[in-house]
């Protein structure tokens, strides 16, 4: 089956989705990032937020997907195998050093931006063992959620809407919106367009998927290093 095609859903039941989300989110006090993230306190504060977000979107998931009378094969998670895992691992890599290229050229012209949240978090852990959980987060959880979300359900009715480049365009730059972060938006905008290329190109979002958790954790990664 090829999951692009006529989807049972359309775009404004996504950001109904994203709505109901975002509501049981505020009422939790989860929209503001935790404090003194290089700390212990905002450290756990932090993971129970971010895991925390993960239980409401896949709750939210499952009940939109019974709603909607569809199953995981409809949004994309198809055919995992050898091939997706070697497309997603290269894609990553191509990301992690385009994105990295796009960074620090828009450094020299915007000056260094404010640090991520998960930034700081990961700036402020002293031991492998704290930065194992960062990594699951960043590198399974996140890219799960995010990829199912934009791939897997907003850019199948854009795509039917307006055709695949128009699709691709779009999911790209609502890809880069949704992080609310205007200095970082091109490089994420530019991400997304590769995240959204290669889910067309291998019709699987576990290509995408893993591309997307390879890129975070290389990040991770990266950022641990270069603290010291």
């Known amino acids: 089956m090829n999951p692009l095609e006529n989807p049972k859903w359309n775009f404004w039941q996504v950001l ?15 929209l503001k990032p935790p404090e003194n993230l290089s700390y212990q306190q905002g450290y756990i504060n932090y ?60 450094i020299d012209y915007l000056g260094v931006p404010e640090p991520q949240s998960f930034a700081l978090v990961v700036q402020g852990t002293d031991s492998i063992v704290r930065l194992l959980p960062l990594l699951f987060l960043g590198g399974i959880v996140v890219p799960l959620q995010e990829e199912i979300l934009f791939r897997g359900l907003v850019y199948p009715p854009l795509r039917q809407t307006y055709g695949r480049g128009g699709g691709i365009i779009l999911t790209a730059l609502f890809f880069g919106l949704m992080h609310f972060d205007f200095i970082r938006f091109l490089p994420l905008a530019v991400g997304g367009l590769v995240l959204t290329w290669l889910y067309e190109k291998t019709k699987s979002l576990w290509s995408v998927i893993i591309a997307h958790g390879v890129w975070n954790i290389l990040m991770t990664a990266l950022m641990w290093l270069q603290k010291g």
């Open 16 to 30: 109904y989705l994203i709505l109901i989300i975002y509501i049981v989110e505020f009422f939790l006090g989860w």
């Open 47 to 106: 993971l129970v937020i971010g895991f925390g977000h993960g239980l409401i979107f896949f709750t939210t998931l499952f009940l939109f997907i019974k709603i909607k009378k569809i199953t995981f094969a409809n949004i994309g998670l198809i055919n995992f195998g050898l091939k997706s895992l070697l497309a997603g691992i290269a894609g990553g890599i191509v990301l992690f050093f385009l994105i990295g290229f796009l960074g620090n050229f828009l």
